[in-house]
């Protein structure tokens, strides 16, 4: 990772982030974003509780832009707008610290990943106590960028299936939040080739998504377009 970068944990209610910035006073600006964006979202909840917890896609046409950024992402991937939430909420904090003048903006909302930056970025790849977990990752050039993981083995999100990691990479992390639920409900069978197999088909399906990796009972699968795999060390983001 580049040097002289900012970086700060923030912890709001279940929202737990890491953010970092060529600018230290813009992490107050993804603070605020995230604080922000939370209020709206549970205020509209409160008149739309099915938005909280149905598992289909929910049309949202009057409600704040972070429901309607996840309703959009949840309608693509088919599922419930609440499995895009971490990543939206990281993208809308990204745009509002690029708006406010930095140059490199980075927000890890529980584990979901948003970042625009002018120099390469490099983050780990979670996944348990898997041996792999945290023990290589991605090097990001290619900007803007949303990675999104999930587990069906280690997330406290719920999940229909069985892999270890089911990591989607698209433009923004509100579509790889998504697309990543949806992949890894779908990761499960005594068959890992074939698990891997309908994982990545249902990523690749999805308009928008880039490349997608999949870790499943001591196999890896990989497809698209994908940042190039680094060995990582505890320092990394």
Sequence with gaps: MIKNLFREAFRYKETQCTIISDKKRRIQTA??????????????????PKFLYTLEPLSTRRGPLVAKLMAEA??????????????VLADLAVKDMIRDGCEVAV????GEISAVSTEPIDVALSAGDTPLSKRF??????????????SGRFSHALSFGDAEAATVFCRNAGLADAVATAVANLVKGEDQ???????????????????????????TGTAGKIPDIIKVDSDTA
Aim: proline residues 3%.
């Design 193 to 219: 080739r074939d698990a891997i197999r309908s994982g990545i088909d249902k990523a690749l399906s999805i308009q928008g998504v880039e490349g997608v990796l999949i870790i499943y009972k001591g196999f």
């Design 74 to 87: 949840a309608k693509k991937a088919n599922v419930g707008p609440m499995a895009a939430v971490a990543g």
């Design 31 to 48: 603070v605020e974003s995230i604080k922000h964006n939370r209020k709206e979202l549970e205020e509209y909840a409160k008149a739309h």
């Design 137 to 150: 990752g991605f090097r990001l050039t290619d900007f803007p960028v949303g990675i999104a993981t999930s």
């Design 107 to 110: 927000v890890e909302n529980g």
